[in-house]
């Protein structure tokens, strides 16, 4: 009987190093020794499997060792093997007294079954192959097991009609060594691909396992002995004695995976090849070629079913170890992680939460999952919360969140979060994840920022005492000469009622003046958070201007207002971005103290640019700024000034960049003066719209 195909998937050398056995054959020397002495073996072996007086062999391993072995070894090393086993492969068939010019055509079969077993399985598989997904079970079994065999039988049972060697009809040989190295090839091939990945685990087995595959080999052997040795020939009413091996053959599919499986099939194989090569057992009871067949097919079914198995188990097995892994690994990521992180049910409840999460509100992780993280949450900020929450769920997507916190020192804190919605296979949101970071102290910065901008705008407030006053007390006194005036219209005889009415409408318009100052007044005086609104910056400096028109009277200095026409909007707060402007105009004043009163010159304009940005100037006629503190001009405490605190223009500065703008300060090219422009995005540039 000729040589059966060896299936052995595996990639090339970079595989091979995977574990201490492909490390061996990374030379081509040491593969090609290894393989002529398994080659030689399996060929001793298969002619002891043979059911005479028939040389039928049942299972013939060489062919399946060579395919092995290209599947092992890189394609550039495969014409050394051939040669390699020429040697081994002579020698065995001499020993058998087989001709040789047959002993070189079943060279040639070998080799191009090897060849195609080989080509077909690395060409479905990519180029690398490992028996670990049933995947590549497939390609083994499709290319390996079958189409090989399949095809160089054809090969193998011409050049015996060729030769006319043996007694058996073409169709006979061909279907003999099909059988024969289709089984060959479930059994030994799968023993040698998956051993040679299993070798390197061996030395970490615990003896507990030890024990198991031990129990398991010893249950397996009687078993089969009993079954295919100890019984009589023929099956009859003992044919379900055939099932008893199939539980060891599934424990070992399931305990021991693919390498498990592939040794008891062929501990099975051999057991029953044997007790039928020496007429016992089920499959002793016909003609020694109907015995053969016949034990193949059985054999072939069983390996099919367990290998698939085995493979679908260790495909399942290796998924979970590494979800197992990913998860150990996202854990410990996460574990580590000084931000908090969280996930919760559209309830608020909470599912996960990292050990930062626990450090910051000093509570065991078992005291936190299943509560609501609501209740951590302020009552005043939970319904917005609750809201924001609601919208994330329906909308889903990634939101941004900031409310504040109960610390456990009773206390409130800040927390900024970023929460994403994690949706179920229904696309319904399920649960929610949050990363979060403590931002109490950002908050109190920005209070303070707050606090100390609402001061500057009363210090402000202070210096402009006078002018307001005067301002305010112009349409007071002008509504106490009309009120004067209309008393004494109205005693005269006869009444002039139109001259009245128009008293009246001075004083109402005097009242408005009056109370706008007032309004401007109190806004700038009250403490508030930035409120964003859309705002005309030509109205915003009007204002500015109104409230500082006095002033400028009182100090002698004359100004011009240059407004851009069709000016784009921007979105910012009013009261924050007026105060910036007085801040620029008092400054501006301040500048021109020492100057002569006829040179004291006030210039605020405006402009749009093509990019999309507003700018605001401001440029006095004073004696400018040197240049050693213009880098220094916006920052904190630093100032020009005798009596300065040097936080008007910081402020300033914070505020713009605010508003996601810039300020910046230049001396006038004619040597006099100062100009301070303030550059804010418009609002069709800054939404997006």
């Known amino acids: 009987m000729k040589p059966a195909v060896l299936q052995m998937p595996l990639p090339p050398v970079e595989a091979l190093r995977s574990n201490k056995l492909r490390a061996r054959l990374t030379s081509p020397v040491t593969a090609a ?29 060489p062919n399946s060792i060579l395919l092995a072995a290209l599947l092992l070894t890189p394609p550039r090393w495969w014409w050394f093997l051939f040669v390699a086993v020429i040697p081994t492969h002579w020698a065995s068939q001499l020993q058998s007294d087989v001709p040789q010019m047959m002993i070189l055509c079943w060279y040639i079969s070998n080799c191009c079954e090897a060849l195609i077993g080989a080509g077909s399985i690395r060409y479905l598989s990519g180029g690398k192959f490992r028996l670990d997904t049933f995947r590549n079970m497939r390609f083994f079994i499709f290319g390996g097991v079958f189409l090989a065999p399949f095809l160089s039988s054809f090969l193998d049972a011409g050049f015996v009609a060729f030769n006319g060697w043996g007694e058996s009809s073409y169709w006979e040989v061909w279907r003999t060594r099909f059988f024969s190295n289709v089984l060959a090839t479930l059994t030994l091939g799968t023993v040698i691909v998956t051993w040679s990945d299993a070798v390197q685990d061996i030395r970490k087995t615990t003896p507990r396992v030890i024990a198991e595959a031990a129990l398991l080999a010893l249950g397996l052997v009687l078993v089969s002995y009993f079954v295919f040795v100890r019984q009589e020939p023929g099956g009859g009413s003992r044919a379900g004695l055939l099932y008893l091996p199939l539980p060891f053959l599934l424990w070992a599919a399931l305990r021991f995976g693919m390498a498990g499986k592939s040794a008891s099939v062929l501990v099975l194989t051999l057991i029953s090849i044997w007790g039928t090569a020496h007429g016992r057992g089920p499959f002793a009871s016909h003609s020694p070629l109907e ?23 260790e495909e399942r097995q290796r998924s979970l170890e590494d979800l197992r892994t990913s998860e150990e690994r996202y854990r410990e990521v996460i574990e580590t992680q000084t931000d908090l992180i969280c996930r919760f049910l559209p309830d608020t409840t909470l599912t996960f939460v990292n050990e930062a999460y626990c450090r910051f509100f000093q509570r065991q992780r078992e005291q936190l999952i299943g509560r609501r993280f609501i209740e951590l949450i302020p009552e005043p900020d939970r319904e917005k919360t609750l809201e924001r929450i609601a919208t994330l769920a329906e909308a889903r997507g990634v939101q941004t969140i900031e409310h504040q916190v109960l610390l456990p020192n009773g206390r409130l804190g800040w927390h900024h979060w970023v929460n994403h919605a994690i949706c179920g296979s229904d696309g319904r949101v399920v649960e929610l994840q949050a990363i979060g970071h403590d931002i109490s102290d950002r908050k109190q910065a920005e209070e303070a920022h707050e606090r100390l901008a609402h001061v500057s705008r009363l210090a402000m407030v202070g210096e402009l005492t006078a002018s307001i006053a005067h301002e305010i007390n112009q349409p007071l006194g002008a509504i106490l000469s009309n009120a004067e005036a209309a008393s004494m219209l109205l005693d005269a005889t006869p009444r002039n009622i139109e001259e009245i009415k128009q008293i009246l409408a001075d004083i109402r318009k005097d009242d408005l003046r009056a109370s706008d100052v007032i309004r401007h007044i109190r806004t700038l005086l009250r403490k508030r958070h930035l409120e964003m609104e859309l705002l005309d910056m030509n109205q915003l400096v009007s204002d500015v201007l109104a409230l500082t028109r006095a002033e400028a009277r009182k100090r002698n200095i004359a100004w011009k207002s240059e407004f851009a026409p069709a000016l784009p909007m921007v979105e910012g707060d009013r009261v924050h971005l007026q105060q910036v402007l007085l801040n620029l105009v008092l400054n501006g004043m301040d500048a021109m103290a020492d100057m002569p009163e ?7 304009s405006t402009a749009g640019s093509e990019s999309g940005q507003v700018e605001i100037v401001v440029s006095d006629s004073g004696n400018g700024i040197r240049p050693d503190r213009l880098p220094r001009l916006f920052e904190t405490f630093f100032t020009t000034k005798k009596e300065g605190m040097g936080l008007g223009l910081s402020i300033s500065r914070m505020i713009v960049e605010a508003h996601h703008g810039q300020i910046r300060a230049e001396n006038n090219n004619s040597g006099r003066g100062a100009t301070f422009r303030v550059v804010l995005p418009a609002h069709h540039v800054a939404s997006g719209t």
């Open 33 to 61: 020794f290894l393989v002529s002495v398994a080659y030689y073996l399996g060929a001793k072996l298969g002619f002891a499997l043979t059911l005479q007086p028939q040389p039928v062999s049942v299972l013939w391993p």
């Open 291 to 313: 015995n053969a067949l016949s034990l193949q097919i059985f054999l072939i079914f069983v390996c099919i079913l367990l290998l698939c198995l085995a493979a679908v188990l």
């Open 598 to 604: 006829d040179e004291r010159w006030l210039t605020v």
